[in-house]
């Protein structure tokens, strides 16, 4: 039984109790809350909402939930059906909306679900807006359309063909390197919408294909994180050769990670690195992402003569740095892929066009490519705390303990990041859970680990 509000959106399990899981009086007070904000912020004319979802289980049920409270808010309804996140963020600008709703639970497992919020220029909604949300649905401060003012309801299933034809109008997608490497890859599209969008994509690229895990059912086969311990399926399909690659996507086809010929895994913090490396080859500049990615970015963007700048973590914090920085590229360590001559938006498909781009034009195997970047290695640990732990104490005296030293650049617009020449940990709080994430990075694995279990021993120590 779970239920999680947060500025973001909300999400939570489906069936339960109401108000302990993700129902549909929850759906309503909080798609009613959204609708209220974009009417009261003015940011757009349009009366119209697009609405877009992955392939879950619950998805129909939700959609029809939330379809019906926009149209009940007098909102026009935009229906653009089985669809990428990324393809949704488009369809509100190319629609000329003034907002969408993305019925995803991202990476999390099947009985999950989800509503995320996007503002009139297809973005996640900031912080400061998300709170206003947030504060709308819990004080109910909403009220419905007269029977004459109730909203229209119109399906388009268009959009994912104009979200392909945007991708193969990029500069620097080269389509017909592409279709001249003759590459054959195998994609697992985790039973959602990555089998129906990255088909035509491929096709249209000229790529030659396996699919598995491609009926749209949202019945996964496997933890939909697109993580090594997830993907012994596809790893082992690989390495019974015959692919030139791997490509792996999450339900709503944001994440991307890619997997070398021989099976073994590119790395999922490698998938920015290496288009950045294509993108910044070609029109030089600055690159952004957040403060737990990986380091190679800054060393491939200063190799190109950029400057690497790291934000806090979050999708809309990465653009809005992106943004403040004139970035060309940028993104999350965990796959995502931001390129902002598309949209300001994590985005699979154009990760995966310019991947091919990139890979055609070297001539080489996606094992060369990735055995051509910094070798970095991140550990992942957590600190479980006592609901009445301080965590920001803690994290202040992190920072006192180590921004005395030297050879330490100390971060804090997120938690604590500890910057030290040849490695870094970053520890910062759950927003769901009394825990401290803390990453860390190094040259090796088990260095990165020590350094990690270290921070957690001075964090012990305080409590």
Known sequence: MTLIKSISGIRGTI?????????????????????????RSGASKSNTIVVGRDARISGEMVKNVVCGTLMGMGYDVLNIGLATTPTTELAVTMSGAAGGIIITASHNPRQWNALKLLNEKGEFLTA?????????????DFEYADVDALGKYTEDNTFNKRHIDSVLALKL??????KNAHFKVCVDAINSVGGVILPELLDALGVEYTFLNAEPTGDFAHNPEPLEKNLGGIMDELKKGGYD????????????AFICEDGKMFGEEYTLVSVADYVLSKTPGNTVSNLSSTRALRDVTEKHGGSYCASAVGEVN???????????IGGEGNGGVIYPESHYGRDALVGIALFLSSLAHKGCKVSELRASFPNY??????????????????LVKVKELYGKEKDVTVTDIDGVKLDFPDK????????????????SEASTMEQADELGKKLMQVVYDMQ
């Open 15 to 39: 069936g339960g109790p109401a108000g302990d899981t993700l129902n549909p009086l929850d759906i309503v007070k909080f798609t009613s809350a959204y609708a209220t904000f974009i009417r």
């Open 128 to 140: 400061a807006n998300g709170s206003e949300v947030l504060s709308i649905a819990e004080k109910e």
């Open 173 to 178: 997608v080269d389509v017909e390197a592409i």
């Open 245 to 256: 690659m791997g490509i792996v996507v999450d339900p709503d086809v944001d994440r991307l």
């Open 318 to 328: 990465v653009t809005t740095k992106m943004k403040d920085v004139h970035a060309v």
């Open 377 to 394: 290695f991140i550990a992942k640990n957590r600190i479980d705390l006592t609901a009445s732990t301080d965590v920001d104490a803690i």
């Open 424 to 439: 870094w940990v970053h520890l910062r709080k759950s927003n769901t859970e009394p825990i401290i994430r803390v990453y």
